[in-house]
């Protein structure tokens, strides 16, 4: 497994931006197929986007294509989720996680390794 640290959360206005970081403690982390979920207040976990490890192939959670974008950069073992026009309902704890499948997935069961989370709160 790989030991995950996301940061870069906050409180931010809606229509703003923030970038959330997710580093990766293993020099391994070019192998792994990297994702972020999200849960909001008395909801379940849900599938936000995520990223092959080759950083080749990506896909989004429908409620959040075309304003978020997740990428990669293997040389400091981070991963990046950019989020832009932010919403009031976008406001959740992000978490970062790691799998080694070959192929993409959405399924939080999937992933092996989890962050312990960064809170986005978006206010209206």
């Known amino acids: 497994q790989v030991q995950l640290v996301e940061s870069g959360g906050g409180l931010v206005q809606a229509g703003g931006s923030l970038r959330l970081s997710c580093a990766a403690s293993r020099r391994t982390f070019s192998t792994y197929t990297m994702g972020w979920f999200r849960q909001a207040p008395g909801k379940e976990r849900e599938f936000v986007a995520t990223v092959h490890w080759s950083g080749s192939s990506t896909y989004y959670a429908d409620s959040v294509k075309g304003r978020f974008t997740i990428s990669r950069d293997n040389g400091k073992n981070t991963v990046y989720l950019q989020m832009n026009s932010l919403k009031p309902e976008d406001t959740a704890i992000y978490y970062c996680?790691?799998?080694?499948?070959?192929?993409?997935?959405?399924?939080?069961?999937?992933?092996?390794?989890w962050g312990q989370g960064t809170q986005v709160t978006v206010s209206s």
């Open positions: 996680a790691a799998h080694r499948k070959l192929i993409l997935t959405t399924l939080s069961s999937d992933f092996a390794s």
